[in-house]
């Protein structure tokens, strides 16, 4: 599997403002994707990170509130913007299919990052 | 579409007792399943995981846990509790073949008590 990092790992933010939380694999990966977590819920997906092109959004999430990006196949950005109490969350960002010099690996299961905790006063 | 329904909120077990998980999903063809475990503070991490064949699958941690397609449920399983194995635990079914996204069930929360 993978190693995933994520940055920030926890932020305290002011209502209004935007947070971009970075995730970088250390190994090629085929999909990214962004999870939220509300305090004491599930996971809940927000989008899928297209390398190159825009990421594909989940029922309920806009690309003005969470723009996403990847510009290549280890690095992606979640941004939380103008953001309220609401937001305070983790955001955790899962990777799938490591790219391997002739093949792909492990491309149906999904792996986590440790995860960035956000809270919004 | 499919879903995952773990009936426990929370569960307390004493420190080498026995421990079962339950999770039961939904969906029309073969699922993909998968337990995770989240320690406090901490991202997901994968415990096992079924796609096909033997459906009593070993995991990391000293886990098991047993595919029976007749009542759609995906049981986690522990012989001896540790405290360390304190956390929450988080069934999820994913569509079969290639690449895919999964749905999360709502979490156990396991208490170990000395």
């Known amino acids: 599997s993978a190693v995933i990092s994520q940055k920030p790992s926890r932020d305290i933010c002011q209502r209004g403002t935007s947070l971009t939380i970075q995730c970088q694999v250390d190994?090629?990966?085929?999909?990214m994707f962004w999870y939220r977590q509300q305090p004491g819920q599930s996971l809940t997906l927000i989008a899928t990170a297209n390398q190159g092109s825009e990421a594909t959004y989940e029922s309920g999430f806009v690309i003005d509130k969470f723009p996403i990006s990847r510009p290549n196949l280890t690095f992606s950005t979640l941004t939380v913007s103008n953001m309220s109490p609401e937001d305070s969350s983790i955001y955790l960002c899962?990777?799938?299919?490591?790219?391997?010099?002739?093949?792909?690996?492990?491309?149906?299961?999904?792996?986590f990052g440790p995860g960035t905790r956000l809270t919004v006063l | 579409a499919q879903s995952v329904t773990q009936p426990d909120i929370h569960i307390t077990v004493s420190e080498g007792a026995s421990l079962e998980l339950r999770c039961n999903y939904s969906?029309?063809?073969?699922?993909?399943l998968f337990w995770y475990v989240q320690s406090p503070g901490q991202g997901l991490q994968l415990l096992l995981k079924y796609f096909s064949g033997d459906t009593l699958v070993q995991g990391i941690k000293g886990f098991e846990a047993e595919f029976k397609r007749s009542q759609s449920s995906f049981n986690l399983r522990k012989p001896s509790v540790h405290w360390s194995d304190a956390a929450e635990y988080f069934c999820?079914?994913?569509?079969?073949?290639?690449?895919?996204?999964?749905?999360f069930g709502t979490g156990t929360k396991l208490q170990v008590i000395p």
């Open positions: 999820a079914v994913g569509v079969a073949g290639g690449y895919q996204k999964v749905t």
């Open positions: 190994s090629q990966v085929t999909m």
């Open positions: 969906y029309g063809a073969t699922p993909y």
């Open positions: 899962s990777v799938v299919g490591v790219v391997l010099a002739t093949s792909t690996s492990g491309t149906d299961t999904q792996y």
